[in-house]
């Protein structure tokens, strides 16, 4: 494989897996533009029983049933990513936590394993998914007897993590 070719397979796989983390990022930050741009505004999104319709589709049900939980994280890893010019494949396993408080405070957490299941397109120079396909693993719902801190941090623009990530300003 020629260097350049190799540098540009390089690039395209950091900036998916970037654009991968950044939808973890949006959705336990509730930040649908950042979400939105994770998706091409014509992706597929096929969550099988949970959702089926578009990848901005998906963003709105995940705001509108995050909003009535406490906390959620996305943990995402074991990345398997293959380039093939404007068009890549990508195979990632996901953990999410979401933790809900009943009317009468009591704590439960469901925790979540699967795999997300892209096709992606590089379309204007960027990466975006094209069509996602959630496969389910397993599932549990548990209560939580106690927790030892407070939950810091903020699910909005508000959190710490928007001001150092902030793309510096050219000239600056």
Known sequence: MKPETTLAMLIAKDEITETLAAYCRAVDRLDMELGRAVFHDDAVADYGAMYQGTGHGFMEFVRSAHL?????????????????????????????????????????????HGRYVDRWERRDGTWRIAHRQY???????????ATTFPTTGSRDASDPSYAVLQRPRVGS
């Open 68 to 112: 009535t939980m406490q906390t959620h994280s996305h943990q995402i890893g074991s990345i398997t990513i293959r380039v093939d010019g404007e068009h890549a494949g990508s195979e990632c396993y996901v953990i999410v936590r979401l933790r809900a408080a009943a009317p009468d405070g009591a704590l439960t957490d469901v925790v979540s």
């Open 135 to 145: 496969l389910h693993t397993m599932d549990e719902r548990r209560p939580v007897a």
